[in-house]
């Protein structure tokens, strides 16, 4: 169901966004399967890199239900604008900005 997909999405987000500011701007380390890094190094570099790939793909997903909310049953809106509250919950992801990463080089975008 649309409610279900619209929760997941919305929690994935957040989980994303509670790691706060200054670990979702920066650059992840590089994973490189013949480095010297440890295999728990490794395993934390892979888990992060999904987690960003998990909310970026899901603030896509919101967004695809968002611009079509007017042919969605009103419960979906009242899911968005009453149960989520959605309006001021991606203020938080615009000021996160989670699309961009910031390092020595500058920023770099998704």
């Not at 590089?30 to 970026?56: M, N």
């Not at 009103?74 to 938080?92: R, T």
Request: overall charge neutral; aromatic content about 10%.
């Amino acid at each position: 169901s649309v409610l279900e997909l619209l929760d997941y999405a919305w929690r994935q987000v957040n989980i994303h966004l509670s790691f706060g500011n200054a670990k979702i701007s920066a650059v992840p380390p590089v994973i490189d399967q013949k480095s010297t890094q440890s295999p728990s190094q490794l395993f934390a570099a892979q888990e992060w890199e999904l987690q960003c790939s998990r909310s970026l793909t899901c603030v896509t997903l919101l967004w695809f239900i968002i611009d079509r909310l007017e042919s969605l049953p009103m419960a979906v809106m009242n899911a968005v604008l009453q149960k989520n509250d959605m309006l001021v919950g991606f203020s938080d992801v615009l000021l996160a900005a989670p699309w961009q990463r910031r390092g020595r080089e500058g920023v770099q975008k998704f």
